[in-house]
C-alpha cells in the first residue's frame, strides 16, 4: 500500500485518477493534515518535522510500504524522515526536478512563496555539478483564488503567468495543485508538472518496499 501525505484535500481525487489511469490495482491510502501547510508557512518547514515524523510512523504501523508527500513545501522534511519511518519516502516534485535540472534555463512558477525555495533547491540538488540558471515566478493573487475554492481562477491565473515566461528552456510548475494549467498554457516552453512522474516513482517503490 502507498500512503499519500497531502496538505489540502483537492489532491486526493487528482491522485485517484492517475491511479485509475496509469496503476489500476495500486493500492492508495489518503493522509490528508491541512494544518501541516499553514505551519510551515508560518514558522518554515522544520517546525512541522516532529509531526511529518508522527504522520509517517502511523503510515508505516498502519502497512504503507512507501510515503508519497505531495506538499513541495514540506517535502524535503518528509523525506528527511525516511530513515525514523523506516520505509520509503518520496517528494512529489523529485521526477519533475531532475527533468528539469537537465535544461539550463528554469523557471520555477509557484502560487505560494513558500514553495520557491524548496523547488529551486531541490532542482539545484538533482542538476548536481551542472551549470544551471534558476529564475523564479511568483503568480500574485493566485493563492487566494485556489484557498477560495476558485480553481478555474486559479488554473487560469498560474497558465497565464506561465505564458509571459521568455528565455526559458523550460518552465516548472511547482506544486501540485498547478497541475492542470500546463493544458492551458500557448507558450512553446516546455511545460512540466509534478503528480503523474512522482506517483509513477512512487508506486514503483511501493512495490518494491518491504
Known sequence: M????????????VFDA?????HPG???????HEDLLARAVAEGPEAVAPAVAGILATAAAGGANAVLCTCS???????????????PVLRLDRPMAAEAARARRIVVVAALGSTLGPTEALIREEAADRAVEVRTL???????????GDGDGYLAAVAAAADTVRDADVIVLAQASMAGAAGRTTT???????PRPGLRAAVR?????R
Do not use: Y
Not at 2 to 13: E, Y
Not at 18 to 22: A, F, I, K, P, S
Not at 73 to 87: D, H, L, N, S
Open 2 to 13: 502507498l500512503a499519500l501525505l497531502h496538505t489540502s484535500p483537492v489532491h486526493v481525487p
Open 18 to 22: 492517475l491511479r485509475d489511469q496509469d
Open 26 to 32: 495500486a493500492r492508495l491510502s489518503h493522509l490528508v
Open 73 to 87: 513545501t514540506i517535502g524535503a522534511v518528509a523525506e528527511a524522515g525516511a530513515a525514523g519511518a523506516g520505509i
Open 138 to 148: 511568483l503568480v500574485e493573487g493566485a493563492w487566494e483564488r485556489f484557498q477560495d
Open 188 to 194: 512553446a516552453v516546455p511545460v512540466l508538472s509534478s
Open 205 to 209: 517503490a511501493s512495490a518494491h518496499g
